[in-house]
């Protein structure tokens, strides 16, 4: 992940946008306040499978992103996180729109 897309998840965490770890995701997907999920890469299979079920029978977006659960969560400021929930439709936008720019990077060979 780069600096700008762990900035968005580090805003939302301070605008309080955000559910922080697996079971409190799963709680945010189920209560209807998720817009996005993102799990870490190195979540545990049965942890991916859990969030990854649950958000698509909530049908809410479910990514496993490129960051470790260290490194997700040190930009909400924990140790670690396997997940991390959004609930802001803005700060939804700002995050994809931050990886969108990298993945655009990327192809282009930058």
């Known amino acids: 992940m780069n600096k700008n897309t762990?900035?968005?998840?580090?805003?939302?965490t301070r605008a309080g946008k955000t559910a922080?770890?697996?079971n409190n995701a799963v709680e945010a997907v189920r209560a209807g306040k998720a817009k996005l999920v993102?799990?870490?890469s190195d979540?545990?299979?049965n942890t991916k499978?859990?969030?990854?079920?649950?958000?698509r029978f909530y049908k809410v977006e479910c990514v496993v992103c490129d960051a470790g659960s260290e490194e997700l969560g040190r930009a909400i400021?924990?140790?670690s996180s396997a997940a991390v929930a959004i609930t802001d439709p803005g700060f939804v936008t700002?995050?994809?729109k931050s990886t969108g720019?990298?993945?655009a990077n990327r192809e282009r060979g930058m």
């Open 6 to 12: 762990l900035g968005v998840l580090g805003l939302a």
């Open 20 to 22: 922080a770890g697996a």
């Open 38 to 40: 993102l799990i870490a």
């Open 43 to 45: 979540a545990s299979e």
């Open 49 to 55: 499978k859990q969030v990854s079920d649950k958000s």
């Open 77 to 79: 400021g924990k140790s």
């Open 94 to 96: 700002a995050y994809k």
């Open 101 to 103: 720019a990298q993945t």
